[in-house]
Protein backbone atom coordinates (compact mmCIF):
# COMPACT_ATOMS: atom_id res chain seq x y z
CA UNK A 1 0.00 0.00 0.00
CA UNK A 2 1.39 3.40 -1.12
CA UNK A 3 1.02 6.67 0.94
CA UNK A 4 0.75 10.21 -0.63
CA UNK A 5 1.34 12.72 2.42
CA UNK A 6 0.95 16.23 0.42
CA UNK A 7 2.36 19.35 1.57
CA UNK A 8 3.16 23.01 0.62
CA UNK A 9 -0.74 24.56 0.60
CA UNK A 10 -1.87 27.94 1.89
CA UNK A 11 -2.62 31.61 1.46
CA UNK A 12 -1.47 33.29 -0.93
CA UNK A 13 -2.36 36.66 -2.66
CA UNK A 14 -3.36 36.17 -6.67
CA UNK A 15 -0.35 36.42 -8.30
CA UNK A 16 1.71 34.54 -5.90
CA UNK A 17 3.27 31.08 -6.19
CA UNK A 18 3.65 27.76 -3.95
CA UNK A 19 4.89 24.90 -4.51
CA UNK A 20 3.41 22.00 -3.07
CA UNK A 21 5.14 17.80 -2.46
CA UNK A 22 3.53 14.72 -2.76
CA UNK A 23 6.08 12.18 -0.57
CA UNK A 24 5.64 8.76 -0.90
CA UNK A 25 6.13 5.80 1.26
CA UNK A 26 7.31 3.11 -1.11
CA UNK A 27 10.64 2.82 -2.58
CA UNK A 28 9.23 1.74 -5.43
CA UNK A 29 7.80 5.12 -6.15
CA UNK A 30 9.78 5.57 -9.45
CA UNK A 31 7.51 3.20 -10.86
CA UNK A 32 4.64 4.66 -10.82
CA UNK A 33 3.48 7.77 -12.79
CA UNK A 34 1.80 10.17 -10.48
CA UNK A 35 -0.96 12.95 -10.90
CA UNK A 36 -2.50 16.19 -9.07
CA UNK A 37 -5.99 16.88 -8.96
CA UNK A 38 -7.51 19.68 -7.46
CA UNK A 39 -11.36 20.08 -5.87
CA UNK A 40 -12.96 23.48 -5.36
CA UNK A 41 -15.48 23.88 -3.15
CA UNK A 42 -19.09 22.33 -4.36
CA UNK A 43 -17.00 21.37 -7.73
CA UNK A 44 -16.20 17.88 -8.75
CA UNK A 45 -12.51 16.91 -8.52
CA UNK A 46 -10.48 17.58 -11.81
CA UNK A 47 -7.35 17.09 -12.94
CA UNK A 48 -4.54 19.46 -12.91
CA UNK A 49 -1.11 17.55 -14.01
CA UNK A 50 0.47 13.96 -14.66
CA UNK A 51 4.08 12.92 -14.78
CA UNK A 52 5.66 9.32 -16.24
CA UNK A 53 7.74 7.67 -14.08
CA UNK A 54 10.76 8.68 -15.94
CA UNK A 55 9.50 12.30 -16.31
CA UNK A 56 9.35 12.35 -19.86
CA UNK A 57 5.85 12.64 -20.90
CA UNK A 58 4.28 15.60 -18.71
CA UNK A 59 0.45 16.23 -19.30
CA UNK A 60 -1.00 19.58 -17.97
CA UNK A 61 -4.84 20.93 -17.69
CA UNK A 62 -5.11 24.03 -20.18
CA UNK A 63 -6.40 26.17 -17.05
CA UNK A 64 -2.63 25.78 -15.65
CA UNK A 65 -0.56 25.52 -18.79
CA UNK A 66 2.28 27.76 -19.12
CA UNK A 67 1.54 28.45 -15.00
CA UNK A 68 2.14 25.34 -13.14
CA UNK A 69 5.26 22.66 -13.13
CA UNK A 70 4.79 18.82 -12.18
CA UNK A 71 8.52 17.32 -11.60
CA UNK A 72 9.34 14.71 -9.56
CA UNK A 73 12.41 13.48 -7.57
CA UNK A 74 12.86 9.49 -7.61
CA UNK A 75 15.35 9.39 -5.43
CA UNK A 76 13.52 11.46 -2.57
CA UNK A 77 10.29 9.65 -3.57
CA UNK A 78 8.71 13.12 -4.00
CA UNK A 79 7.27 14.68 -6.74
CA UNK A 80 6.18 18.46 -6.79
CA UNK A 81 3.49 21.33 -8.43
CA UNK A 82 5.16 24.62 -8.84
CA UNK A 83 2.33 26.85 -8.94
CA UNK A 84 3.30 30.36 -10.30
CA UNK A 85 0.71 33.50 -11.37
CA UNK A 86 -2.02 32.19 -9.15
CA UNK A 87 -5.67 33.28 -9.64
CA UNK A 88 -8.68 32.72 -7.13
CA UNK A 89 -9.58 30.20 -9.55
CA UNK A 90 -7.31 28.15 -7.95
CA UNK A 91 -8.37 27.96 -4.76
CA UNK A 92 -9.26 24.34 -3.88
CA UNK A 93 -7.59 21.58 -2.04
CA UNK A 94 -4.61 19.44 -3.99
CA UNK A 95 -4.35 15.83 -3.76
CA UNK A 96 -1.76 14.16 -5.23
CA UNK A 97 -2.42 10.75 -6.87
CA UNK A 98 -0.25 7.26 -7.95
CA UNK A 99 -0.91 4.97 -10.55
CA UNK A 100 0.22 1.02 -10.67
CA UNK A 101 0.14 0.87 -14.47
CA UNK A 102 2.56 2.89 -16.42
CA UNK A 103 1.55 5.19 -18.32
CA UNK A 104 -0.04 8.33 -16.67
CA UNK A 105 -3.50 9.78 -17.22
CA UNK A 106 -5.61 12.70 -16.68
CA UNK A 107 -8.59 10.65 -15.39
CA UNK A 108 -8.29 10.00 -11.31
CA UNK A 109 -10.21 6.79 -12.67
CA UNK A 110 -7.01 5.60 -13.34
CA UNK A 111 -5.47 6.02 -10.35
CA UNK A 112 -4.79 3.86 -7.83
CA UNK A 113 -3.68 5.73 -4.40
CA UNK A 114 -4.34 9.20 -3.21
CA UNK A 115 -3.06 11.56 -0.68
CA UNK A 116 -5.28 13.61 1.97
CA UNK A 117 -5.19 16.78 0.06
CA UNK A 118 -3.80 20.05 0.89
CA UNK A 119 -5.95 23.20 0.90
CA UNK A 120 -4.69 26.12 -1.32
CA UNK A 121 -6.41 29.61 -1.24
CA UNK A 122 -5.41 32.55 -3.46
CA UNK A 123 -6.82 35.68 -2.13
CA UNK A 124 -7.90 38.59 -5.04
Known amino acids: QVQLVESGGGLVQAGGSLRLSCAASERTFSSSPMGWFRQAPGKEREFVAA????????YYADSVKGRFTISRDNAKNTVYLQMNSLKPEDTAVYYC?????????????????WGQGTQVTVSS
Open 97 to 113: AARKLIAPSRYEYDYDY
Open 51 to 58: ISRSGSKI
